[in-house]
Each structure stands twice: as C-alpha cells, then as structure tokens.
C-alpha cells in the first residue's frame, strides 16, 4: 500500500466519523449522487454514527472499478445538515469513493457491517448476500449435475473443458473430444446418445447457460440429425436423452427453421410431453413457439405447391 493511499484512506474515515447524519439509500449512486429520493434509514445518534463509522472503515484500494452503479449508497451530512460526500456501497465488499484514485476500496468489515443494517433495519443488503449464496448454491448443483451427465469417455476432460471455457474459446477441445467419444462410441446414434444425456444436465437454461454446457452441443453439431432421431426412438420418454433433446433441439433460433422442419412428426409428440414435464415452464412455451414456426413453414410451402399445380 503506497503512502498516498495510506493517506486518503485516512481521510475518508476521517470523513465518515465527521458526519452529523448518514442517510442510507437503496438502488446505489451516480454521480455523486443517490439513485434514490428518500433515504431507506438515516442514522442521528452519536453512538450509531460511531459504530457505523467503524463498520465503513476501509483497509485497501482494489486496483479496478466495478462497471455496476452499486447496491446501496452512503449519504454524509454535516451538522447544518448540507452534504458532506455520497459513498456508492458495491457487492456488500466495497465503497466507490470519488477521492481514490485507486479504484474502489475494500471494506474492512463488510459482513458486519451487513448484520449491523439488518439490526437496524435495513435488511436489503443482507437479503442480497443470501440471495448471492443461494446462486452459489445453485451454480455448484449444477456443474455436479453436468459433470456427472459427461460420458464416461470425456469426463476426464471435465477440468480442461472449465478452464478452456473460462478463457471464451471452448471450441479448441472439439476434436479432442468428439475423438475420445468416438473411440468409446464407434457407433454415431450411440454418440449422440451420450451427448444428449449430457446435455440433460446443467442448468437446463437454452440460452445464456454457463459457456462449458456448450460442450455436448458443439459436438452433437458435428453429428448428422439422422443420428439422433435413430438415438431417440431406441429410449423411452423418460430417459434423460430426452430433456437433452429438448434443450439442443428447441435451442435453435428462427434462422434454423430448416432444421427444425426435419423433426419427425414423432420427435416432436415426446417433446411436447417432456417438456411439460420440465421444471422451467419456458420450456413449453419454447416448444409452442418453434412447432409453430415449422407449422407455418409447412402452410407456406403447401400454397407455393398448390399455386405451382394451378399455374
């Protein structure tokens, strides 16, 4: 920590035990100002305010900006009542003050100074941090869920599939593992079989779902369509082949209608009834919006049929 940053992080606590009031607003602040109209808790009493100044004392610059407008902010006022300075408060960790150069600057007590507000009232941040734990939670369900979906013959890939998606390019292991797979699997409807199984697990989103899910649909890409409607129809409805169908094949955008339109009349019954089966209801309506595009495909291609007979 260089001395300049010793020195201003001195003047902002300095600042914050000066004030003769702290409004607390919700939504953050921008520049130099609350987002908010009216403070969500005001604190007055000198023992609060010393306890609060203690609680937004700073240790360190981070070096960066978070790129968000902040979860809540920090009024100081002075005793006349007039604005003193505004502390955007980020990630419950963090203070953007405009006198650092540095960057933000981490709290030294963060989650304290989350249960002193919820103490006082203020819950919205502790909320937040149990709604960021839940997420957590969450997300590592549902790698352990997708990694115990991988086939046998690429899970030992699982940990450089996390690192090369991490870096945006989840591309570069394709060969590696539609090689493996195929050494296990010489048979294509038994690849796409394993492929869609592992597409089941996840986070089952179709679109914005974590990039390393992408794996078994970068593959089954690779695979003729034939393949997996002969996969399909040797498992019944049950089999997690299905959902993994559901999630690769509705996942299509409006560009691939001429896919779509290759879906047998039977895939798409056990689709329908999978899907409502789904957990997430969007699935259905996903269903509905891409049958119906291939519905009115068919219609289209029916009257150029009829007008070219009658021509």
């Known amino acids: ?10 003047v902002l606590n300095g600042l914050v035990r000066s004030a003769s009031v702290i409004r607390v607003y919700d939504r953050g602040a921008s520049g130099g100002r609350p987002r908010d109209v009216e403070p969500a808790l005001t604190i007055r009493e000198r023992a609060e305010l010393d306890d609060l100044a203690r609680l937004l004392e700073v240790s360190r610059p981070t ?3 978070c790129t968000c407008l902040g979860d809540s902010a920090f009024e100081l006022l002075d005793h006349e009542g007039t604005a003193i300075d505004v ?3 980020h990630h419950g960790s963090t203070l953007r003050w405009q006198g650092s150069p540095d960057g933000d600057v981490e709290l030294a007590h963060g989650p304290e100074l989350i249960a002193w507000l919820a103490a006082h009232g203020y819950t919205r941040p502790a909320e937040r941090v149990d709604r960021r734990e839940q997420q957590r939670r969450d997300q ?12 046998e013959a690429v899970r030992a890939w699982v940990p450089r599939i996390l690192d090369e ?3 945006g390019h989840p591309e570069r292991l394709a060969d590696d593992l539609a090689r493996s797979l195929a050494e296990a699997h010489p048979r294509e409807p038994d690849q796409a079989l394993a492929l869609l199984r592992w ?5 089952g989103r179709y679109s914005g779902y974590p990039v390393h899910e992408g794996a078994a649909a970068t593959l089954l890409e690779q695979l003729p369509l034939q393949a997996i409607f002969t996969a399909l129809a040797g498992v019944p409805a049950t089999d997690p082949a299905w959902s993994g169908a559901v999630r690769y094949l509705l996942a299509w955008r409006r560009k691939d209608i001429v896919l779509l339109r290759r879906i047998p009349e039977s895939v798409w019954s056990v689709l329908a009834q999978v899907v409502h089966d789904e957990a997430d209801s969007t699935w259905a309506d996903r269903h509905e919006t891409c049958y119906r595009q291939v519905e009115h495909a068919r ?13």
Do not use: I, N
């Not at 597409?199 to 986070?203: E, K, V, Y």
């Open 1 to 10: 920590m260089s001395d300049d940053y010793a020195f201003d992080a001195q």
């Open 87 to 89: 502390l955007g408060w």
């Open 165 to 167: 998606a991490a870096s």
């Open 199 to 203: 597409r089941s697990g996840g986070t």
């Open 140 to 151: 590592a369900r549902a790698l352990e869920s997708w990694s115990v979906a991988a086939p």
């Open 63 to 65: 070096g960066m900006y």
């Open 299 to 311: 219609a289209q291609r029916e009257r150029a049929g009829r007008r070219s007979r009658s021509g």
